[in-house]
């Protein structure tokens, strides 16, 4: 499967982005597809999740109440509407496919395919 993310920019904290991520290939074999970021030095951090099929959803507390992911089964789109972003949501923002049905997709575990990165910056 390819993945391929958008949406990202420079916004005002408080204020919102929409990311998205376009899904080709191999989709019928996905499980859950996840949103992660990472700042430089620090870790790869997950944000949120989605299964596929059923749409249940998991997100990290420092997304819950502000984000929301949801997906489009026909066009093989999940997108991530970020709201209230504060400077510390700045970040480059990475899609992921699960494609084996990991137990821990919902605490970021188990993604083996990755989009390319879209830059999020939350300016104070």
């Known amino acids: 499967v390819q993945l391929q993310a958008s949406g990202g920019g420079l916004v005002q904290a408080g204020g919102s982005l929409r990311l998205s991520c376009a899904a080709s290939g191999r989709t019928a074999s996905t499980d859950a597809m996840g949103w992660f970021r990472q700042t430089p030095g620090k870790e790869r951090e997950f944000v949120a999740a989605i299964k596929w099929s059923i749409g249940r959803t998991a997100y990290a507390d420092s997304a819950k109440g502000r984000f929301t992911i949801s997906r489009d089964y026909a066009k093989n789109t999940v997108d991530l509407q970020m709201n209230s972003l504060k400077p510390e949501d700045t970040a480059v923002y990475y899609c992921?496919?699960?494609?084996?049905?990991?137990?821990?997709?919902?605490?970021?575990?188990?993604?083996?395919?990755w989009g390319q990165g879209t830059q999020v910056t939350v300016s104070s």
């Open positions: 992921a496919a699960d494609m084996d049905g990991s137990s821990l997709w919902y605490r970021g575990s188990g993604y083996g395919y």
